[in-house]
């Protein structure tokens, strides 16, 4: 009986834990080098896969941590809504408030490419409307000082997330020449926004400085051994959060904001990146 009893009570403690846990939210630091030579320093704040996940006071927040930053612009590499949404007022407050800070830049997850095309409509006319550059396979040019970089937004065909059969098995791959019949050849100083990092050699391939990604929410459960699962129910997925290398070229990937989350808080990525 007392193994039981402490058997429930441990199990209460995580609860209580876990429900705590999914209500923080961190700001995780990054630095990267270009070795472009430019002089030019940029503070780059990355949000990603929010879903349904709400702030009260209007974001108030999430707002409030990301403008203590004073980036030069925002990423915000997919999933900003879930699936089955059918509203989208919110998250236009969310928009109109980030953009409050500094430029906004947007491209889908997995889960945009699942609403219906008449939400997906509703989605993009109110991220446009509040301000936000939403970039569907469209690159924008952005200035500061002296510097320029290229901005891409790619949208992966929902194949190389999940098969017809909805299951997660012969998934289709993502290539760089996929990036270079929409884009061409990427100009100097290109950053890319694709949502799923499982593609990161091909991105590098293609020739993307620093991509930002998202989707594996840290692997679900963080381990001593990294994160636990990915989207697609795979263990111990190669890449999780944080920076990754290929060739010279990073990749950046958010843990997220949304969803249960067990040892892994919700994040804000925050990326001073030297040029």
């Not at 997919?78 to 830049?105: A, H």
């Not at 950053?191 to 840290?218: C, M, Q, R």
Request: hydrophobic letters at 40%.
């Amino acid at each position: 009986m007392k193994i039981l009893l402490c058997f429930i009570t441990v199990f209460f403690i995580f609860l209580i834990y876990v429900w705590a846990e999914n209500k923080m939210l961190i700001v995780r630091k990054y630095k990267i080098s270009l070795n472009k030579n430019s002089g030019e320093n940029l503070r780059i704040v990355q949000i990603s896969d929010l879903h349904k996940k709400k702030y009260p006071q209007n974001w108030n927040r999430l707002y409030t941590k990301i403008k203590s930053l004073s980036p030069d612009f925002i990423i915000i590499s997919g999933d900003l809504v879930s699936r089955n949404q059918t509203e989208f007022e919110y998250t236009g407050k969310l928009i109109e408030r980030l953009c409050s800070i500094c430029p906004v830049f947007y491209a889908k997850g997995n889960h945009e490419l699942d609403l219906s095309s008449e939400n997906m409509s509703k989605l993009r006319e109110i991220v446009i409307r509040n301000g936000a550059v939403f970039l569907e396979n469209q690159k924008f040019q952005f200035k500061k000082n002296n510097t320029a970089l290229n901005i891409y937004g790619a949208d992966l065909k929902n194949s190389v997330y999940t098969n017809n059969e909805g299951g997660y098995s012969n998934l289709e791959e993502y290539h760089a020449n996929g990036l270079q019949e929409i884009f061409g050849e990427p100009q100097s100083l290109s950053l890319l926004i694709a949502h799923n990092p499982f593609f990161f050699s091909e991105y590098s391939k293609w020739g993307a400085d620093v991509t930002f990604s998202g989707h594996v929410h840290a692997g679900i459960v963080n381990t001593p051994f990294g994160g636990l699962l990915s989207p697609e129910r795979k263990f111990f997925p190669k890449y999780t959060k944080g920076i990754y290398e290929n060739n010279g070229k990073k990749m950046v990937v958010s843990a997220g904001i949304g969803k249960l989350r067990i040892f892994n808080p919700s994040e804000i990525l925050y990326l001073e990146l030297e040029i």
